[in-house]
Nanobody, 124 residues
């Protein structure tokens, strides 16, 4: 059974940084694409970033240049380094795993496994 557990969220001032982690278990982590999504109150879940098994990365325009997704296959962990945070980045951040290694999908329904999320709050 696949389990994804996010950590690293918290409260930070605008302009600050946070690093989110997502620890995966249950199947061979290195074979699958991983992604981060986020959901703000009253809004739909939106794509943030994704990384393929080959470490190709893709970002939403709203975070490009500020956020970096990476993975450590030895630790079965994917990271999201978030810099220059803005109040509009406030949301619950979710880790997701694809059933494909090469997927670069930005669509939430294309991801099969999800964590429970970690709250990120950016104050102005």
């Amino acid at each position: 059974q696949v389990q994804l557990v996010e950590s690293g969220g918290g409260l930070v001032q605008a302009g600050g940084s946070l690093r989110l982690s997502c620890a995966a278990s249950g199947r061979t982590f290195s074979r699958y694409a991983m992604a981060w999504f986020r959901q703000a109150p009253g809004k739909e879940r939106e794509f943030v970033a994704t990384i393929t098994w080959g470490r190709l990365t893709y970002y939403a325009d709203s975070v490009k240049g500020r956020f970096t997704i990476s993975r450590d296959n030895a630790k079965n962990t994917v990271y999201l380094q978030m810099n220059s945070l803005k109040p509009e980045d406030t949301a619950v951040y979710y880790c997701a795993q694809s059933t494909s290694g090469t997927s670069s999908s930005r669509v939430a329904t294309d991801y099969t496994y999800w964590g429970k999320g970690t709250q990120v709050t950016v104050s102005s």
